[in-house]
């Protein structure tokens, strides 16, 4: 014959207890009961005993797990804790402005020069207009793409409204938060799909093409360790590209005459040298 009681002692808490013996274990998950029934009292102002907070822990399995727990920190660090937001996902002339006209679709162009040497070529391009830029660089970390940036920033005069990149490494960090300070909209590509990003891919075989195959001191500049004569010879091509070459996608005009014409009747900034008028 059994020797159990017949009528057993049952734990008696009420629905706002035990929520606030949920919320506060959540927030603390490894402190044991006697502490958490110290912060209890100072944080909701009265008192529960040791036992209900046992029994709230065990009736919701309040336990630390330590694998899920590291999966949560993994998932935070290479999210950055923000959702990226896809070329698929919106239509980019919702972004435009009469402010902020431009929507500029970057890219890198890798350069493999003799002797194992590396260098670097940002480019960018608007959407629509087609005024383009690119600078060289010796390295393509976020810093570099940074300096990008803020140069493009202030070619237009600070008129981007969203911007266009790839998932590389150099689009992330200090360019991600110069996008923010500046207020424009960082829009990705999605993974491994070149064609989201078929504008800027296009230029960068203009730029290859038209420039880099025909000028033949742009190279051996390139393999200096100061850049500014590759820079300048890139730039003067940039010149021709914006203000002379037509366009079959803008009527054979120029992308400055094609933006001159349609937009602004007087439009003055040059988007190489700001200090530069056209006439």
């Not at 630390?64 to 896809?86: C, E, Q, T």
């Not at 504008?199 to 075989?205: G, P």
């Not at 010149?239 to 992308?255: A, E, G, T, V």
Request: hydrophobic share 35%; aromatic share 14%; glycine share 2%.
């Amino acid at each position: 014959m059994s020797k159990a009681p017949i009528s057993r002692r049952s734990i008696n808490i009420d629905f706002k207890t035990e929520t606030d013996i949920k919320n506060i274990r959540k927030k603390y998950l490894r402190l044991g009961k006697v502490k958490l029934q110290k912060l209890f009292k100072d944080e909701y102002g009265y008192f529960v005993s040791q036992n209900h907070i046992s029994y709230v822990i065990q009736k919701h399995n309040l336990y630390f797990d330590p694998v899920l727990a590291k999966r949560i920190r993994s998932k935070k660090i290479k999210g950055m804790g923000h959702r990226k937001v896809r070329i698929n996902e919106i239509n980019p002339n919702d972004c435009l402005s009469l402010n902020k006209p431009f929507f500029f679709c970057c890219d890198t162009i890798v350069l493999y020069l003799p002797y194992g040497i590396k260098r670097y070529i940002l480019t960018a391009i608007e959407h629509e207009k087609k005024i383009a830029y690119a600078r060289c660089y010796k390295n393509k970390s976020s810093l570099s793409a940074f300096d990008f940036l803020l140069r493009l920033q202030a070619l237009v005069d600070g008129k981007i409204s969203a911007i266009l990149s790839d998932n590389g490494s150099e689009f992330a960090k200090y360019f991600d938060e110069a996008c923010k300070r500046f207020n424009i909209i960082h829009i990705f590509s999605r993974v491994k799909t070149p064609k989201d990003n078929a504008v800027d891919e296009r230029f960068n075989r203009t730029i290859q093409e038209e420039f880099m195959e025909t000028d033949e001191y742009f190279e051996p500049y390139l393999t200096e360790s100061n850049l500014v004569k590759a820079n300048e010879r890139l730039t003067e091509w940039l010149i021709f590209y914006n203000f002379k070459r037509p366009h079959q996608s803008l009527d054979y005009r120029s992308p400055f005459e094609y933006y001159h014409y349609k937009f602004f009747e007087k439009q003055k900034l040059s988007p190489m040298y700001p200090t530069l008028t056209c006439t």
